[in-house]
Structure formats: structure tokens, C-alpha cells
């Protein structure tokens, strides 16, 4: 089955940084990425995703980029402000039909510094 | 989150108890999914129902059942809780393979002392 890796576990930037998080996927089928943001004490909230038929999307001040040869995507977030802290986590659904199953990486805990 | 709502929020309960998780949703959404989520693994898929009566194991199914009478509701049980059980349990919804995700519920506590 599927397998996603996200890094980093940990990032700690300052306010009005970037913050870039990485994933991987192993299926080459996969064709769906979204991306979810988790605030502490609630569920996941999907704040962008990309198709696999496009290299890269933008929302105002957060982006994804799709490397599909290589397997990999990132989630760019620019001019970054103390409410973007939280756990942000990765996914992908397989190609074929996988009933809209997402398999998640592991997380990375965003925290910007007033 | 509007839509989908998981009871109870917190529950502690003792090892070999057994254990129901209920997700009700009113959006009407086909696709229903049970995930726990445990410090450094993530979100992992227990069950999914892909309609009333259908469902299907997921990655960490083991100790785990599932049912769907009805659209709106999705029944996790945890037939002899362990401690390995121990982890946040969030719901979600969808509408399949063309979707845009899940909508997620707030999730439920479940400490197994």
C-alpha cells in the first residue's frame, strides 16, 4: 500500500519567515495531495490540496508543488504569523479505486515566533 | 466541525472493557473513516464504510469492529480496550475517490487505564 514520509517533525521558524514541509509518497498511482492543518484540541481542516495533473497551486500565502517523477510535494507557507503555528500533515490517495482512503504522514509541529 | 460530530469527547475506561466510539454526520457523505492518531505515526486508518452495511479494514484494524446501519452514523467498537489503545480517535467523511478530502470531526480522547 501506500506510504507517505514528511519532514521535518519539528520546525521552528520567525514571524514573516517561510516555512517549507516536505513529503514523499511510494505509490506512482497516487494522484491526490491535500494538505491538513490541526489546531490544538480539534479535528484536521484541509487548507490546500493539488491533482495530479498540476505542478503547483497557491492560496494567498500558502503553495504546494508536485515533483511526480521524484515522488514528492511540499507545502510553502510565506510571511509567517504566529496563528500559522500548528501540527500540519501531509497525505495521498492511491490511484484506482481506494474509496477516497488518504494515507497521512507523520506531522511536523510549526511554531512561529512572535 | 459543522456536519460531523464524535461522542463522547473523553472517555477513560479500565483494560478489557469493551468500548463504543460514535460518529453521526449530516452531510449525507457516502464515505465514512475511523483514524487514530498517536505521536509520531500520524493519522492511521482503522475502518471505512463505503456505504450502509459496507466496510472495510484498514491499516490498524486489529481489536478493533465497525458498523453502519444508517448513512449517518459510524460505530467504532473496541471489543477489550487495551493500553496500546490508548491515542485520540477522529472521524472523517468524504465522497470517495472524487473528492476533496475529508472533513474531519473534533475527535475523541480515550485514555484505557
Known amino acids: 500500500g501506500e506510504n507517505v514520509e514528511q519532514h521535518p517533525s519539528t520546525l521552528s521558524v520567525q514571524e514573516g519567515d517561510s516555512a517549507v514541509i516536505k513529503c514523499t509518497y511510494s505509490d506512482s498511482a497516487s494522484n491526490y495531495f491535500p494538505w491538513y492543518k490541526q489546531e490544538l484540541g480539534k479535528g484536521p481542516q484541509l487548507i490546500i490540496d493539488i491533482r495530479s495533473n498540476v505542478g503547483e497551486k497557491k492560496d494567498q500565502r500558502i503553495a504546494v508543488t508536485l515533483n511526480k517523477t521524484a515522488k514528492h510535494f511540499s507545502l510553502h507557507i510565506t510571511e509567517t504569523q504566529p496563528e500559522d503555528s500548528a501540527v500540519y500533515f501531509c497525505?495521498?490517495?492511491?490511484?484506482?479505486?481506494?474509496?477516497?482512503?488518504?494515507?497521512f504522514g507523520q506531522g511536523t509541529i510549526l511554531t512561529v515566533h512572535p | 466541525d459543522a456536519g460531523i460530530t464524535q461522542s463522547p469527547r473523553h472517555k477513560v475506561t479500565e483494560t478489557g472493557t469493551p468500548v463504543t466510539l460514535r460518529c453521526h454526520q449530516t452531510e449525507n457523505h457516502r464515505y465514512m473513516y475511523w483514524y487514530r492518531q498517536d505521536p509520531g505515526h500520524g493519522l492511521r486508518l482503522i475502518h471505512y464504510?463505503?456505504?450502509?452495511?459496507?466496510?472495510d479494514k484498514g491499516e490498524v484494524s486489529d481489536g478493533y469492529s465497525v458498523s453502519r446501519s444508517k448513512t449517518e452514523d459510524f460505530l467504532l467498537t473496541l471489543e477489550s480496550a487495551t493500553s496500546s489503545q490508548t491515542s485520540v480517535y477522529f472521524c472523517?467523511?468524504?465522497?470517495?475517490?472524487?473528492?476533496?478530502?475529508?472533513?474531519f470531526g473534533s475527535g475523541t480522547r480515550l485514555t484505557v487505564v
Open positions: 464504510s463505503y456505504g450502509v452495511k459496507d466496510t
Open positions: 497525505a495521498a490517495r492511491a490511484g484506482g479505486t481506494s474509496y477516497g482512503k488518504l494515507t
Open positions: 472523517a467523511i468524504g465522497e470517495g475517490d472524487r473528492s476533496h478530502g475529508y472533513t
